[in-house]
């Protein structure tokens, strides 16, 4: 059996050098000549993304979340999410999240719940996310970027649930939110 404990630690990638091949204000490309941990020579590159992923699942008292749907750019494809956006590094993400279900749905919410923490693409990015559930929401005017150009539908939170499944849903951080969100909630209940 391995020592799960030295494995987590020891690194067997050797990095002989790096180089920017491209940088903007959002992401930048790092080209990285190494040793594999095998001991040949190779090269990796690595997307680092500058600001980190905020998601909220917002749930009002009947038990509905609220979905956004977007053309997404890289996919050429519309995409049903939770609310997200971005949380510039050294900022509060908590904060950054409420910015994001204010512009996006017009909501703000008295609860805020930390669900969730994860690394979306690992084996290229260091992209890093937080998700929230608002809850006891508040409505008011939604105010997107100008880039975005959304659609926003309410629905009960078991549906969105059945949208995962139904691999209607494929954005990764929404996909892990809801499946977590409905975990805990299923565990609660079970609680009870």
Request: charged share 20%; aromatic share 10%.
């Amino acid at each position: 059996m391995a020592d799960l404990e030295k494995l987590s630690k020891d690194n067997p990638w050797k990095k002989m050098s790096a180089q920017v091949k491209y940088d903007n204000p959002w992401i930048s490309l790092t080209e990285y000549q190494v040793i594999t941990p095998a001991g040949t020579e190779g090269i990796y590159g690595k997307v680092h993304f500058k600001n980190i992923a905020v998601g909220v699942i917002a749930i009002d008292s009947e038990n509905n979340t609220y979905l956004v749907g977007q053309y997404r750019f890289p996919l050429d494809l519309y995409s049903w999410e939770i609310p997200e956006g971005g949380c510039p590094e050294g900022t509060d993400w908590l904060e950054a999240a409420k910015r994001e279900l204010k512009e996006e749905t017009g909501f703000e919410a008295a609860n805020w719940t930390e669900i969730l923490q994860m690394h979306v693409s690992n084996s290229v990015s260091d992209e890093f996310a937080v998700v929230y559930v608002a809850q006891q929401l508040i409505a008011g005017q939604s105010a997107p970027e100008e880039t975005e150009d959304l659609q926003i539908i309410k629905m009960p939170f078991n549906q969105a649930v059945q949208w995962v499944m139904e691999g209607k849903i494929t954005d990764s951080i929404s996909v892990a939110a809801i499946l977590k969100w409905n975990a805990i909630t299923l565990s609660h209940a079970g609680e009870k």
